[in-house]
Nanobody, 126 residues
Framework: QVQLVESGGGLVQAGGSLRLSCAAS????????MAWFRQPPGKEREFVAT????????YYADSVKGRFTISRDNAKNSLYLQMNSLKPEDTAVYYC???????????????????WGQGTQVTVSS
């Protein structure tokens, strides 16, 4: 069992930045493929970014490529999402997720993830 707790959300103006964090409960965090997903108001949850369990390979949704950066610190059992040049359409509840699958790359499909955090709200004002 892995418990995930997100933090760092809030209200920011368009063009601003936020850094989300996700703290994992297990010391075996390094063995999990990790990702961020988001759910905009009134819409389905969608993929944002993923990072592989080894090698730090990353993959992003087209909508955030070049603006968001996913990273992990295995020594701190933590996942991060640096979000720059934020847009109102980035407004959503952001979730971190962990998968026991270990491909060489990350995973963008929600059904592949075993553990989810409770989410943190990000609101971008225009």
């Amino acid at each position: 069992q892995v418990q995930l707790v997100e933090s760092g959300g809030g209200l920011v103006q368009a063009g601003g930045s936020l850094r989300l964090s996700c703290a994992a409960s297990r010391r075996t965090f390094s063995g999990y493929t990790m990702a961020w997903f988001r759910q905009p108001p009134g819409k389905e949850r969608e993929f944002v970014a993923t990072i592989s369990w080894i090698g730090g390979r990353t993959y992003y949704a087209d909508s955030v490529k070049g603006r968001f950066t996913i990273s992990r610190d295995n020594a701190k059992n933590s996942l991060y999402l640096q979000m720059n040049s934020l847009k109102p359409e980035d407004t959503a509840v952001y979730y971190c997720a962990a998968s026991a699958l270990r491909p060489n790359s990350g995973i963008s499909t929600q059904r592949s993830y075993d553990y989810w955090g409770q989410g943190t709200q990000v609101t971008v004002s225009s």
